[in-house]
């Protein structure tokens, strides 16, 4: 069982920064994918950043540009910056472990208001 912990959400003015880190532990062989999901109130889940293994990121349009994702070994980072009201929203941590599935992180609130 693969289990990950979020950490670095808080409240940020417009154009600010925050980083979010997830560490995995529990049983970490064959993390192939770690990434960022966020939901918003009353909105969907949606992806905000994904690393493969190789180092191939992926990227949702609205955060391209102000989001950096980056890993190290079992812990995943998110670099925000420029940050908008409309990020504001439950960020969770995912990991894909190859035949195993999805694990999710508790999640972790991002708030951004003036």
């Known amino acids: 069982q693969v289990q990950l912990v979020e950490s670095g959400g808080g409240l940020v003015h417009p154009g600010g920064s925050l980083r979010l880190s997830c560490a995995a532990s529990g049983s970490i062989f064959r993390i192939y994918r770690m990434g960022w999901y966020r939901q918003a109130p009353g909105k969907q889940r949606e992806l905000v950043a994904a690393?493969?293994?190789?180092?191939n990121t992926n990227y949702a349009g609205s955060v391209k540009g102000r989001f950096t994702i980056s890993r190290d070994k079992n812990t995943v980072s998110l670099q925000m910056n420029s940050l908008k009201p409309e990020d504001t929203a439950v960020y969770y941590c995912?990991?894909?472990?190859?035949?195993?599935?999805?694990?999710w992180g508790q999640g972790t609130q991002v708030t951004v208001s003036s």
């Open positions: 690393i493969a293994s190789g180092g």
């Open positions: 995912n990991a894909y472990q190859t035949g195993r599935g999805d694990f």
